[in-house]
Nanobody
Framework: VQLQACGGGLVQAGGSLRLSCAAS????????MGWFRQAPGKEREFVTG???????????YYADSVKGRFTISRDNAKNTVYLQMNSLKPEDTAVYYC??????????????????WGQGTQVTVSS
């Protein structure tokens, strides 16, 4: 699986951005997808994840730091996962990575639990 993230940029505090991550392969719908971020000098951290459970049922989960501001979604027909980021803060500044867990686990939050990674897209929030 190859992942390609895009949509990053520079935005003022309080603004919004929407990241996209396009995946190759025909089994995208079976993967748990996640977004992580890494700020300079810090470890990569979990942001949000989503698993499709069939039909219109999805399970999404978030880090406390973004809950209520960020929304993850996916379009299995387009092999794409999205991250809508609202009310952005300077502390959200980081390189954002999308990732895929081929074992379809629910609630995975650790870097080592994801098998595939995108190249990252820079998000910069100015104060």
């Amino acid at each position: 699986v190859q992942l390609q993230a895009c949509g990053g940029g520079l935005v003022q505090a309080g603004g919004s951005l929407r990241l996209s991550c396009a995946a190759s392969g025909r089994t995208f719908s079976m993967y748990t997808m996640g977004w992580f971020r890494q700020a300079p000098g810090k470890e990569r951290e979990f942001v949000t994840g989503i698993r499709w459970s069939g039909g219109n049922t999805y399970y999404a989960y978030y880090a406390d730091s973004v809950k209520g501001r960020f929304t993850i979604s996916r379009d299995n027909a387009k092999n794409t996962v999205y991250l809508q980021m609202n009310s952005l803060k300077p502390e959200d500044t980081a390189v954002y990575y999308c990732a895929a867990d081929s074992r379809q686990r629910v609630g995975v939050r650790e870097v080592y639990e994801y098998d595939y990674w995108g190249q990252g897209t820079q998000v910069t929030v100015s104060s």
